[in-house]
């Protein structure tokens, strides 16, 4: 079954149809080319279901674990006493899955807070390391009501201890000392004998309570740890929830007959098929939903860290529907024949304010007139991937009939084994980065020699 993939049939439904020649022509694969990839990545399907019996890849049994909620429940609980904003301090994957999370319950979009966020404290994030925001920011902030938890599963990343020392100057400054444990909160990896962690000395010498990041699961594959699950819970999200969704992605991997019942693996193949065998070389990960707009940013760490070595690897792109047809879609439609796009669209006919038939005739709009934003939506969100198709560019769809924990949850595991499975494919080691040691090696000596 390439159309319509079952996945775990209640969340959401991806097709690559507008991906084979059948619907694009050409440029699309051909069924007998299409199946071939689907034979070849068959094995590491099999492979990853051995991973879940042994353990070996902690990710697939994060959904069984619960003491990690009950103690980052219980961490939240002691944090947010007496706070009206949290900071949330880490960068890359020690932010990207919490802030898919927080923005999945309305974060950074003006005006949206879901139910379960009012009257909790403000969630703020600062994933990038900028002199000027840091100071303004702690400036700026009433650091008696403001809490910081800070993430590093190395504990050793220099934007984030430069963040956390400077947070932690800015509250004994405010003659707050005494105070910093019940301020202050990191996640980090247990002690390692051997490994120092400047997070753990530093944050122990002032007795701040810690979580520990999971040691199995490395920073952008940790959304479904406490690393992600923590912002989810600070804004009002259920993360038991979040993790069923995710469930149900490996109870489908353990079901699946074959690759091609097994959307991820779907998935995974078409984008490597597509790469090798029609020389695409761009990614792009298109939500149609405010509520979804970091996951794309999510993905493009995920896609771009996991797969990017030995000279393999194709360009995550993020973008936002509808907003992005009037900024990128030109070039997806009618630029060099090097994108792929994903295109998640959530359910939204009948919802939102309904466009005053009157006003729209006298705006010209007629078209408009009775419908609902959501309906508009809806229509834009299937006429893309249509028009795409026409233009003889591949296209996956992946539907969304309710917007909820559980479907978060499940979308992010589905990219996540989806991006795993990429990787063996491609015969790269999707867990490490190598590559970015050398940038940092460098600050280093700069800062070294002071410059
Ligand atoms: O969680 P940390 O150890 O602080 O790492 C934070 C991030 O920085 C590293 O340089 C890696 O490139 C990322 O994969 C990682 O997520």
Not at 342 to 355: D, K, L, N, Y
Request: charged share 20%; with cysteine.
């Amino acid at each position: 079954m390439q159309d319509g993939q079952r996945h775990d049939g209640r969340t959401f439904q991806q097709s690559i149809a507008g991906c084979l020649e059948g619907a694009i022509g050409e440029y699309g694969l051909a069924p007998s080319v299409h199946s071939a990839w689907l034979d070849r990545i068959g094995p590491h399907v099999e492979t990853l279901k051995d991973d879940y019996r042994t353990g070996k890849l902690p990710l697939l049994r994060i959904a069984d674990e619960d003491q990690d909620i009950a103690d980052a429940e219980a961490a939240y609980a002691r944090l947010s006493q007496g706070a009206k904003t949290i900071v949330f301090f880490g960068t890359g994957g020690s932010s990207l899955g919490g802030e898919l999370f927080a923005q999945f319950a309305g974060w950074n979009i003006a005006g949206v807070a879901l139910p379960g966020q009012r009257n909790r404290p403000r969630t703020r994030f600062y994933a990038n390391l900028d002199g000027g925001t840091l100071q303004s920011v702690l400036q700026s902030l009433d650091l008696p009501t403001t809490r910081f938890v800070v993430t590093s599963k190395s504990g050793g990343t220099a934007e984030t201890l430069a963040q956390a020392i400077a947070a932690l100057t800015a509250v004994k400054a405010a003659g707050l000392e005494a105070e910093i444990p019940k301020l202050f909160l990191g996640i980090t990896e247990p002690d390692k004998p051997g490994k120092a962690n400047g997070l753990r000395t530093l944050f122990s010498k002032f007795s701040i309570p810690m979580l520990e990041h999971h040691t199995g699961i490395g920073g952008r594959f940790s959304c479904l740890t406490n690393v992600g699950l923590m912002p989810a819970i600070a804004r009002g999200l259920d993360p038991r929830a979040i993790r069923a969704g995710a469930k149900g992605v490996v109870d489908a991997l353990l079901e699946s007959s074959g690759p091609q019942d097994f959307a991820p693996a779907v998935g995974a193949a078409t984008a490597v098929a597509l790469s090798k065998e029609k020389g695409i070389s761009t990614l792009v990960m298109m939500p149609y939903a405010d509520r979804l707009g970091r996951l794309a940013a999510w993905f493009v760490q995920l896609w771009a860290e996991s797969l990017g070595k030995g000279g393999e690897g194709t360009t995550p792109l993020g973008a936002l529907g509808p907003l992005d047809q009037h900024s990128q879609l030109q070039l997806f439609m009618d630029g060099p024949r090097d994108h792929y796009l994903t295109v998640v669209r959530v359910a939204s006919q009948g919802v939102g304010p309904r466009i005053d038939p009157d006003l729209a005739r006298i705006a010209g709009a007629d078209m408009l007139g009775g419908h609902t934003v959501g309906d508009i939506v809806s229509a834009q969100s299937h006429a893309v991937p249509e028009a795409l198709a026409r233009a003889g560019r591949p296209v996956r769809t992946i539907d969304i009939a309710k917007l909820d924990e559980k479907t978060i949850g499940a979308l992010a595991m589905h990219f996540m084994i989806e991006t795993i499975l990429a990787g063996r494919l491609l015969g790269v080691d999707p867990f490490d980065q190598p590559a970015v040691e050398l940038a940092k090696i460098l600050t280093k000596e700069r800062l070294a020699k002071g410059a």
